[in-house]
């Protein structure tokens, strides 16, 4: 059986127009590697919206606290716990196409399905995703599941220029 490669972010923080990713890179055979930083420019003027969402899901601004008493049942924040967190952290890179790309992002099922952004189920940047140009090795962009639908994950492009 072949060995499958999971890439697992640990941690995020931003820096102004920048973000980082601590990825930690495993093989279903051997021990787990040491994490690495990974810093991602952002084109916040070009895309406003879509380095917003990523921003936000690599902070986990919006991911919901932990109830860790069984007291709080009946609190209306206690059915929010079965809800995707909106966070980046401990999630895989769940799909990755040799000499294209590597994608991660699914924060509800870790495996390619889930789609959920910071604004709701998804978010529209017509005018963000028109004028972009992937043609760089390292590029980040917002993976888009249908026209108009914008979500939490997203892909690294590895080539120099995607098809």
Do not use: W
Request: glycine residues 6%; proline residues 6%.
């Amino acid at each position: 059986m072949r060995n499958t490669t999971v890439c697992q972010l640990l941690s995020a923080s931003s820096m102004t127009s920048k973000v980082y990713m601590d990825i930690m890179i495993s093989h279903s055979s051997s021990k787990v590697g040491k994490p690495q930083r990974v810093t991602f420019s952002l084109f916040t003027k070009k895309c406003p919206v879509a380095c917003e969402n990523f921003v936000k899901l690599c902070m986990g601004t919006n991911a919901i606290p932990e109830m860790s008493s069984k007291d709080f049942i009946h609190e209306p924040v206690f059915k929010d716990q079965f809800l995707p967190q909106l966070t980046y952290l401990s999630s895989t890179f769940h799909r990755v196409c040799p000499g294209l790309c590597v994608q991660g992002g699914d924060v509800c099922n870790n495996h390619g399905t889930g789609q959920v952004c910071v604004f709701g189920d998804s978010f529209d940047a017509p005018q963000e995703t028109g004028q972009s140009v992937f043609d760089t090795r390292g590029l980040l962009g917002t993976a888009v599941s249908a026209p108009h639908l914008n979500h939490s994950q997203f892909f690294i492009l590895t080539a120099n220029a995607a098809p």
